[in-house]
């Protein structure tokens, strides 16, 4: 049975569907917004091989009881048994902490660099012993002073929020820069190590467990984490855009196949929304996947339907829908899979790429087909014409 073609008559009307998917998306994104991953945002990941059933409610309590909040606790099972995966924001005292260490890294290398310039005064001014060399010695003690002086300032600013997290004073002594930084190094690796007993006590407390793993992502990491992923999408745009326009060296064209794949991505976040999945490095990576595959289509469609001469503009636009909706839903089926095995697995990296995918291979065809191919179409027949 010959499947109608759909470019025949008022094709234009085709491109509202697209739209409105578009618009859909845009406005679940600003409303709902996409829950972000640890590695993104930041905080603690704790994952548990549990002994049996396990009460969520009851860990959170337990958590809760422990002056930590802000916790979420997933339990499921899996072919290996009774998983529990707790998810904890990043606490706030750490946090501050581990940023202020950047400003007292910073001013610990000033301290050694003004230790080394008053150790070269002091030895001119012995060997000298005239008054320029004295006045030098004075203004280098003063200058190692006033570093020394700011960096035990910063120092005593993390030290103060260290002791807070370990609930115990932390001993302050240090007689030069580098004892000094030694000790807010070691007092920072101790309030961690802290803290996450504190957590595994908590949890103990509301259910039993044979193991457990830490997934621990600080706040300088996760900002890293994302201004790379900024990064990659900001380059791999460029590229697109260049390879596409020196491929058709006209702008409508180049734009529509741009205009594909930002679609995609639109979709894809817009059903992130909706269904909260979050943006994690595999969600991310699946999405960056979703630039592939909407430009291969893309592609595809504008090549065929330019530069063939058989046949009018809409039958090749037509028969170039079914090749590539063959191709989409072969890819469909593949992520269908792999979704099917994320639910039985639970496997959130395996969920996350599998529901990023499908939901943007779902975009890709609404797009594709009900508005690259009506801009296309347009700008062939308007060719045509002239």
Request: glycine fraction near 6%.
């Amino acid at each position: 049975m010959e499947l109608p073609n759909i470019y025949e008559g008022d094709y234009k009307r085709l491109i509202l569907v697209p739209l409105a998917f578009i618009a859909l998306s845009i406005a679940l994104v600003m409303l709902m917004g996409i829950p972000q991953g640890i590695e993104l945002k930041g905080g603690v990941l704790v994952t548990l091989q549990a002994q049996g059933p396990v009460n969520a409610q009851a860990v959170e309590a337990s958590l809760a009881a422990a002056g930590i909040k802000d916790a979420t606790v997933r339990a499921y099972s899996n072919p290996v048994g009774e998983v529990v995966e707790v998810e904890i924001e990043q606490n706030a005292l750490l946090s501050d902490a581990e940023k202020a260490m950047t400003e007292f890294n910073a001013k610990a290398s000033a301290t050694d660099d003004a230790e080394l310039a008053l150790a070269t005064a002091e030895d001119q001014a012995r060997l000298k012993a005239d008054d320029a060399s004295k006045k030098n010695a004075q203004d280098a003690q003063a200058a190692y002073d006033k570093a020394w002086g700011e960096m035990k300032g910063s120092a005593n600013a993390i030290l103060d929020r260290l002791e807070k997290v370990m609930g115990a004073p932390v001993a302050r002594d240090a007689a030069d820069s580098r004892e000094l930084k030694k000790l807010v190094d070691d007092s920072f690796t101790l309030a961690k190590e802290r803290y996450r007993g504190q957590i595994i006590a908590a949890i103990g407390r509301g259910m039993k467990y044979s193991s457990y793993s830490f997934q621990d992502v600080s706040p300088t990491l996760s900002t890293y984490f994302l201004n790379k992923a900024v990064g990659i999408v900001m380059i791999s745009s460029l590229l697109a855009a260049i390879v596409v326009f020196a491929v058709f060296r006209t702008v409508v064209p180049s734009f529509a196949v741009l205009m594909g794949a930002a679609s995609d991505i639109i979709i894809a976040l817009g059903a992130m929304a909706l269904f909260q999945i979050p943006l994690t490095l595999p969600s991310f990576a699946a999405l960056l996947m979703l630039i592939g595959f909407s430009l291969d289509t893309d592609m595809l469609l504008t090549i065929r339907t330019l530069k063939r001469g058989e046949g009018t503009a809409r039958e090749r636009a037509f028969d170039t829908m079914k090749t590539g909706m063959t191709m989409s839903l072969t890819a469909l089926v593949a992520f269908g899979a792999l979704f099917l095995l994320a639910l039985i697995t639970h496997i959130p990296t395996y969920y996350q790429i599998s529901a990023v995918a499908i939901c943007g291979l779902f975009g890709d065809l609404v797009a594709t087909w009900g508005m690259n191919a009506v801009t296309i179409l347009w700008y062939a027949e308007k060719k045509e014409r002239s």
